[in-house]
C-alpha cells in the first residue's frame, strides 16, 4: 500500500533533519579544531555507542574516544579544514536510517604548513531519539589525500597520513 501524504512529508522531513545534522557535524569538526568548547555540541551529535571507522585513521568505539579521537589527534594534525559534502543518499527506516555522502575537504597539514584536498566517501548510520537524528556510526574511505600543487594522480596518499 502506497504511503500517506503525512507519512511521505514526515520522511522529507527526517531526511532534511539528517541534512542539517550532517551540516553541524563538517561545521563543528572544523570549527572545534580552533575552540575546544565546541567539542561539547559535537558530542551531542553521537549516540552513547557510536562507533567510526576512518581507515588508517583509525576506528574508535564510544562518545568519548570519538570525541578525543578529533579534539587531539585531527587537531594536532590539521591547523585548517573546510568540510563540504555532496550528493546525499538518505534512506529512511522509522526511526533508523542510511546515508551516504561524497565529502571534499581542502586542508593544512598543522606541522608542515602544506595545503592539500582531501577526498572519501562517508556510510553512516543514524538513529531518531526522543525526535532528535544522531549517529550510530560513520564509515570513511578514503579516494585521495593529496598536495594542493600536485593533484591526486601524482600523489594518492600524503606521508603524513599514513601511518
Known amino acids: 500500500m502506497p504511503a500517506t501524504l503525512e507519512q511521505r512529508i ?4 527526517d531526511i532534511e533533519s539528517i541534512k542539517k545534522l550532517k551540516a553541524s557535524y563538517c561545521y563543528l569538526a572544523d570549527a572545534g579544531m580552533q575552540d575546544a568548547d565546541l567539542m561539547e555540541q559535537f558530542a551531542d551529535l553521537f549516540v552513547p555507542d557510536i562507533w567510526v571507522d576512518f581507515e588508517f585513521l583509525g576506528t574508535y568505539h564510544g562518545k568519548e574516544s570519538v570525541v578525543a579521537f578529533y579534539r587531539d589527534q585531527v587537531a ?3 591547523s585548517y579544514s573546510a568540510h563540504m559534502v555532496t ?4 534512506e529512511v527506516k522509522g526511526d533508523r ?3 551516504d555522502w561524497y565529502v571534499l575537504v581542502p ?3 598543522r606541522d608542515t604548513g602544506q595545503a592539500a584536498w582531501l577526498q572519501a566517501r562517508y556510510q553512516e548510520q543514524y538513529q531518531k531519539i526522543d525526535g532528535c537524528w544522531k549517529w550510530r556510526s560513520i564509515t570513511a574511505r578514503f579516494d585521495h589525500i593529496t598536495p594542493f600543487d600536485q593533484g591526486w594522480s601524482k600523489t594518492h596518499l600524503m606521508d603524513e597520513f599514513v601511518p
Open 97 to 99: 536510517a542510511e546515508g
Open 10 to 13: 514526515g520522511i522529507l522531513e
Open 107 to 109: 586542508l593544512t597539514v
Open 87 to 90: 550528493n546525499p543518499r538518505i
Open 76 to 78: 594536532a594534525l590539521l
